[in-house]
């Protein structure tokens, strides 16, 4: 038994086609577009739209998943084919009505959710974010005036497009990277494949009376199980060049087609599993793609990529075919078209072949090395540029992911990086040099001894890093090159993550600048404030202070106000505007503190600030002795020591700032205690319940348990402020 193909799937095209066109051509309109109404029909039917009525039914509920999930990724068309879509989708409401299938009221409803579905259907045709090799292809082919449906005229435009200088190519929409439209091809041919199953599954066990949808019979019934997933991609490939342009599917099929290097897969973009291991990094950091990375203090010129590159000792390596490079590693990331990336390739494919040698590098540490911190080669180079791109210690690094308690404040320092001397083995810093890197007073020969293991394993992997160009290593000090900040940056987004440059960021809004930089390291975030407000003088620094206010009256939680406004001062936020930020009602005590810290402060200024600011200042500030309270808790009862007192004895600090402020406070503990509430309804709570607990007082012990109990709001209501 073998296969019967057909030029098309069993959707009752031609017929349709027939006899809208006739209606149409008695109006004085145009035929429909032939590949617009294949397009349509077949992704409605391959959805399961019922075909009694001789074609399939545009049912309501398929409108949206063939408009917006399916068209979008399959077909290309001319204006005048993508305009066609509505036209097409009406005369077969017509159609279905004329056949009984519809009366006139769900006839109306139909029309009706076609127009409802059409605006979504346009923005999804032209979001770069559904482009498919098949369709980028098909789209310059046509700009080009060769005609999509000759197969040879197809051909010979890719041989000369293949042919062409890479710098003279059409390069991708923005924002996309080589390895989107590659993950997207995949997925979009997973899913046809997928969903062309599903209607071979309705076809054996509940056929329509209609007839089979796919060519029957598909299946040589002695070996099903393998013919099946091989008739199913050649038909996918059948309807994608119906629906793009002929031939595409063949010549640029990995690994065998012509024209296979035009188009890759995810596998044959060897950065793109590193990109996602970045983005997962990412995504322990900040919880989400959106929330951005700090730039890096520069990125090389886009004239400069090549010239890092080939000056880097990997790939000069690979370049020359050595024999010191392991043949798996050569294999992996410099066959094919590297060869000719590396002397003529546009700086952006140059930054795309310095990241797949990373990328390989990577994987090779994981594999090969025995150092402890080979499995982390991906969260170092992230951590590195999440630094802001400033170089770190290698020992205090070691140290942090050791048992050694480095100082918090500390863990984003910069360090000084020496003169770079290449090949020069590990030694870690004296003795005298450790208590500034790492913030502790002083360390055992023990602790120095265990310490300098790790601090060799680490150096070890970086020294391995640096090999490809994108890292450095002197002395202690370790971080990126300046073709690692452009390689990271690539990966960064290459994975969707934000990571804006300097140039990116003086655009933005001043909301924008305060989500990200009380995020970032103090002096990252502090170079930015001084960049964004340098020549807008007090006018942004005005902005920026409003825009803390916004946040933190709409987000108590989310906004660290002491923070910010240390960032603030750090970055010189001039007096002006601190004064005029006085009045806020939820960051004037914040600005008031700041000028009083720095002398600036004039006696009238603390009359300007609402009782409710100086409430939410309170608040943080008793909400944070609450955390380091508890911390102490923690610390005393985890590994309790002999000599340790007992947790019933321990000392809280919450009971006495209570009281400090309580006495300054109009009113005293019961008016502090309601305007805490007011500042916010859930810290409040909290910190009431911890002085409930813990106060000695028994009736400030009771009157934080009571108010505490007042604000427990039933199940399914909303918080206040």
Request: aromatic share 4%; net charge negative.
């Amino acid at each position: 038994m073998t296969v019967i193909r057909t030029p098309a799937l069993n959707t009752g095209l031609d017929d349709f086609l027939a006899r809208a066109d006739k209606e149409r051509e008695a109006r004085g309109e145009a035929p429909l577009p032939v590949r617009t109404a294949d397009a349509v029909l077949t992704m409605l039917a391959v959805r399961g739209a019922d075909r009694r009525a001789g074609v399939p039914e545009p049912a309501a509920r398929l409108l949206s998943p063939v408009l917006h999930e399916d068209l979008p990724v399959l077909l290309w068309g001319t204006p005048p084919e993508i305009d066609a879509v509505p036209d097409v989708l009406t005369a077969l409401a017509d159609h279905v009505r004329a056949s009984g299938r519809l009366n006139a009221k769900r006839h109306a409803r139909l029309l009706a959710a076609i127009d409802e579905a059409l605006p979504e259907f346009r923005r999804a045709m032209a979001d770069p974010w559904n482009l498919t090799w098949p369709r980028w292809y098909a789209s310059l082919l046509r700009a080009d005036g060769v005609d999509a449906d000759d197969p040879d005229a197809v051909r010979a435009w890719l041989t000369a497009h293949e042919n062409t200088p890479r710098a003279e190519r059409p390069a991708l929409p923005a924002p996309l990277h080589r390895s989107d439209v590659a993950a997207r091809t995949f997925a979009v041919r997973v899913q046809l494949g997928e969903m062309l199953l599903a209607a071979f599954a309705r076809d054996v066990e509940e056929a329509s009376p209609a007839g089979p949808l796919l060519p029957g019979p598909l299946l040589d019934a002695d070996r099903p199980d393998e013919a099946l997933p091989a008739e199913l991609e050649r038909i996918a490939a059948t309807l994608s060049d119906r629906w793009t342009a002929a031939g595409l599917s063949d010549a640029l099929a990995e690994p065998d087609g012509p024209h296979a290097a035009l188009a890759p897969s995810p596998e044959a973009i060897p950065h793109f599993a590193l990109a996602d291991r970045l983005l997962g990094e990412h995504l322990d950091y900040y919880g989400e793609p959106a929330r951005p990375v700090p730039p890096p203090p520069a990125l090389p010129a886009a004239d400069e990529i090549k010239e890092l590159l080939h000056a880097a000792p990997l790939p000069a390596a690979l370049a020359a075919c050595s024999d010191d490079v392991p043949p798996e590693l050569a294999e992996r990331c410099f066959t094919g078209s590297a060869a000719t990336v590396w002397t003529g390739g546009t700086p952006e494919e140059l930054t795309e072949l310095a990241a797949d040698i990373l990328a390989a590098v990577v994987d090779s540490i994981g594999s090969t090395s025995d150092s402890e911190y080979a499995p982390d080669a991906a969260h170092l180079l992230y951590a590195l540029y999440e630094r802001g791109g400033t170089a770190d210690s290698v020992v205090r690094k070691a140290a942090e992911t050791g048992d050694l308690p480095v100082d918090p404040a500390l863990e984003d320092a910069p360090v000084p990086v020496p003169e770079h001397e290449p090949g020069r083995p590990y030694a870690m810093p004296p003795a005298d040099r450790l208590p500034a890197l790492l913030g502790i007073p002083s360390l055992s020969e023990e602790d120095r001894a265990g310490l300098d293991v790790h601090a060799r394993a680490l150096a070890d992997v970086v020294d391995q890093l640096a090999e490809t160009g994108c890292v450095f290593r002197a002395g202690d000090a370790y971080g990126l090159t300046p073709l690692g900040r452009a390689v990271l940056r690539h990966l960064l987004t290459a994975g969707h993550v934000a990571a804006p440059d300097h140039e990116e960021i003086s655009e933005w809004e001043a909301a924008e600048v305060v989500t990200a930089v009380q995020n970032w390291p103090t002096q990252t975030a502090v170079d930015t404030l001084t960049r964004w407000t340098a020549g807008r003088g007090v006018t942004a620094w005005s902005e920026l202070l409003d825009a803390v206010e916004a946040a933190k009256s709409a987000d108590f939680h989310g906004v660290d106000t002491a923070t910010l406004f240390a960032r603030f001062d750090l970055a010189a936020a001039p007096a002006e505007a601190l004064r005029a930020a006085l009045t806020h009602p939820a960051t004037g005590a914040h600005a008031h503190r700041l000028l009083t810290g720095r002398g600036e402060a004039t006696p009238d200024d603390a009359d300007r600030v609402p009782p409710g600011a100086r409430a939410v200042l309170t608040l943080e500030t008793l909400n944070d002795q609450c955390a380091q309270d508890l911390r102490t808790y923690v610390e005393a009862t985890s590994e309790p020591a002999p000599e340790e007192p007992a947790p019933t004895t321990l000392s809280w600090a919450l009971p006495d700032a209570f009281d400090t402020a309580a006495s300054q406070w109009p009113g005293g503990a019961p008016a502090l205690v309601q305007a805490l509430i007011e500042a916010d309804h859930d810290t409040a709570r909290k910190v009431l319940e911890s002085l409930a607990a813990h106060h000695p007082d028994p009736k400030v012990a009771a009157l934080a348990s009571r108010a505490a109990k007042a604000t427990a709001r039933p199940t399914g209501t909303k918080p206040r402020r």
